[in-house]
């Protein structure tokens, strides 16, 4: 049976015989005996064609990984690292001015200043819980202007009027408030210290999330009670569809989005028919001035709509709250 070259390579050296009667010299040894041979290329070929064992093991935990983002509806494309690219030296040159400037490409040219980098975000605690059990308690918040939270007499004044709706003027009804477009969580944390039973925050800074937003809960004590969803608000409600039935249903809903990144009509037309919305679910919308908002949301009707500078408060609710507040 012929061996094959995979698993049985040749010798390492050419065992030639010679001649006997002659008197071999050293020379003619190490001709005859330690004449190397050609390596054995059919060998080396099939080992390299073989997937090694570190390449293995990175594609199962890539598979792993996929499964589980996909689970909880998140994109497995968007946690792919883009490979890095050198930096190409940037060529010089001079326009019809005499001005230096730097040629990116042809016919196209930019000015010879770097781009600044940006400057490390920062937090500062001007922000506090306003009622409850964790009353006065400094929150964090972003010292830039990329994250605006909701104004402390704007929120004070809707936990005011959803307390007196409900029927309940020294605390919030017990329920499951989701809080979308957290930011610094401060709404959500709120309505726990006055009351709810577990807050739901949506957030897809992960920079506010790990440095603002949960930091606050863990300074007042609500981290246990709480659920962080790192994900866009278009995506988590599309993908509320797929809850759990314990766990699509809210008590409350507060919505502060960006006021300049957001299309409201297509926003509340999604809310209106999201499955997260309950029978007696409580709305509360942040929205800037000349700005159309319809007068339902599902099955809930318009219960306040106040104006607050250049800022605006729109509650919605079912309609036994509207003659709860009439009456009062």
């Not at 070259?5 to 010798?11: D, G, H, I, T, V």
Request: aromatic share 8%; proline share 8%.
């Amino acid at each position: 049976m012929a061996s094959s070259s995979l698993y049985l390579p040749s010798p390492p050296f050419n065992l030639k015989p010679f001649n006997r009667h002659s008197s071999p010299s050293r020379h003619s040894i190490s001709q005859h005996f330690l004449a190397p041979q050609q390596p054995n290329t059919t060998f080396r070929t099939s080992l390299a064609a073989l997937p090694s064992a570190k390449l293995w093991n990175e594609k199962m935990v890539e598979e792993t990984r996929k499964k589980i983002l996909e689970k909880y509806g998140n994109d497995f494309s968007e946690f792919i690292k883009e490979p890095s690219r050198k930096a190409r030296k940037p060529k010089k040159g001079r326009n019809q001015r005499g001005k230096s400037v730097e040629i990116v490409e042809k016919g196209q040219t930019a000015t010879e200043e770097e781009e600044e980098e940006k400057p490390p975000r920062t937090t500062h605690k001007l922000l506090q819980v306003l009622g409850g059990k964790a009353r006065r308690r400094k929150l964090l918040s972003p010292a830039g202007m990329d994250v605006r939270p909701m104004m402390q007499v704007v929120r004070g004044a809707a936990f005011g009027i959803l307390q007196a709706a409900g029927g309940t003027p020294a605390s919030l009804r017990p329920g499951r408030w989701l809080d979308l477009y957290s930011g610094t969580g401060s709404v959500g944390i709120e309505a726990i210290s006055r009351g709810c039973s577990e807050a739901h925050f949506v957030e897809m800074d992960p920079w506010v999330i790990s440095e603002v937003l949960r930091p606050n809960l863990i300074t007042t004590g609500f981290l246990d009670v709480s659920v962080i969803h790192m994900k866009r608000v278009e995506i988590f409600l599309d993908y509320s569809e797929k809850f759990p039935d314990n766990d699509k249903k809210f008590d409350y809903v507060s919505i502060t989005p960006p006021y300049m990144e957001v299309d409201y009509a297509k926003l509340m037309d999604q809310i209106s028919r999201s499955p997260l919305i309950g029978e007696d679910c409580f709305i509360l919308v942040e929205y800037p001035t000349r700005t159309t908002m319809p007068e339902t949301c599902g099955h809930l009707i318009q219960i306040v709509d106040r104006r607050f500078g250049r800022t605006n408060l729109l509650i919605y609710g079912p309609q036994w709250a509207e003659k709860k507040k009439r009456k009062a």
